[in-house]
């Protein structure tokens, strides 16, 4: 049984379906995305978590400025400002010169999660795992949210957030924190989302004593607060997302889906080498798909599914991130103290690339921002 229900305003108490999987939407409600290019809101870019700015620049190698603030928890753009996690608070920095904005050190604490839908700030600290509301201009905090276990996507004048890490998903608005979006479901493990400007798509995964038994990919519509379609794939821990021209890419347990947006089929699927404990997310640009596979890197055919390229694991870190799209480049970047990988995304020709170690990458249309152990950094 799929249930919807459309209301006048805020949500009342959150709780999950003992009936089957439901969806809350106040009619007020926004949240769904809009084309924010300035905004790189959390680790995948913005709400369609593609991860790539196709008009974004293309290799830069030269770094304009560097501060050194032991970053630790994350890196997202609101417009003209680049806010970094450090592990002593929060600090938003001049995008193109690097100067401090506003720091939040008020908690003395490490940020475990850090996303942003260009007007508010979100924050999960270490400390208390209090999750934070702040002002992206300002700083100043607007609202706690008790309840909230974490990020699960930015979205356009809100944040949908785990709740209670429980089988529950919640959507506040980032001014007030009032919720006008829940989503109930019957299973458990972490919940993954992706968005396009006329529904938000979320996964889930059913749990049977400890393992994961089904995993599913589903489509909330918010014209009428139902459950537009729900998907099977491979069971998996978590059911990694992201949505661009009418297409939801799902990574499932053994696969890699492409679904139909309007009704969730299967528009191709290829086989990847992962293991249902992996939990992988694509980087997506008009017409390629790029893929970090047990082994390699590997390009395919957004249309079709076909390869088109792969690089081998000689040339990409050992362990490693998602890949990101800037411009022309696809970056592989390492999560240890390996070196940043890049490749042509037309042929996977390696390119030149910024710097040694950049862990973590945030875009802007001229210039690329990312880390290393010690320091952020611009490059040109």
Do not use: K
């Amino acid at each position: 049984m799929l249930a919807g229900a459309a209301t006048g305003g805020c949500l009342g108490p959150l709780s999950s379906s003992s009936s089957g999987p439901s969806v809350s939407w106040s009619e007020d409600c926004g949240l769904l995305p809009a084309s924010r290019p300035d905004i790189w809101g959390w680790d995948r870019g913005g709400p369609s978590a593609t991860a790539s700015l196709p008009n974004g620049p293309t290799a830069p190698t030269e770094e304009t400025w560097r501060r050194n603030v032991e970053p630790s928890g994350g890196l997202v753009r609101a417009g003209s400002t680049l806010l970094v996690g450090t592990r002593g608070g929060l600090l938003a920095l001049d995008a193109a010169t690097g100067e401090t904005v506003w720091r939040d050190t008020d908690r003395e604490s490490s940020i475990r999660g850090l996303a942003t839908d260009g007007d508010a700030v979100y924050v999960t600290w270490n400390s208390d795992d209090a999750f934070v509301a702040l002002d992206s201009e300002t700083g100043d905090e607007r609202w706690t949210a008790d309840e909230a276990a974490g990020v699960a996507l930015p979205l356009d004048g809100g944040v949908l957030v785990d709740w209670d890490g429980s089988a529950l998903a919640a959507g506040l608005d980032g001014a007030t924190g009032e919720r006008c979006l829940s989503y109930s479901h019957s299973a458990g493990g972490r919940l993954r989302a992706t968005a396009d400007d006329s529904r938000l798509y979320v996964s889930s995964v059913r749990h049977g004593g400890d393992s994961p038994t089904n995993s599913y990919v589903a489509a909330l519509d918010p014209v009428d607060a139902s459950i537009a379609w729900r998907t099977e794939v491979q069971v998996s821990l978590e059911v990694g997302l992201a949505v661009r021209d009418g297409t939801v890419y799902a990574v499932g347990g053994d696969r890699l889906h492409a679904l139909s947006a309007a009704d969730g089929s299967t528009e191709w699927s290829v086989s990847h080498g992962l293991g249902h404990e992996s939990a992988r997310l694509p980087a997506v640009t008009d017409d390629r798909v790029f893929f970090r596979d047990a082994d390699r890197l590997v390009c395919y055919d957004a249309g079709t599914g076909d390869e088109r390229w792969n690089v081998a694991e000689a040339s990409i870190p050992d362990i490693g991130g998602d890949p990101v799209v800037a411009g022309d480049t696809v970056y592989a970047p390492p999560d240890g103290h390996d070196r940043v990988r890049g490749f042509d995304v037309a042929t996977g020709d390696p390119v030149e690339t910024p710097g040694p170690t950049l862990s973590t990458v945030a875009l802007g249309t001229d210039a690329l921002y990312a880390t290393d152990r010690h320091a952020v950094s611009r490059f040109e």
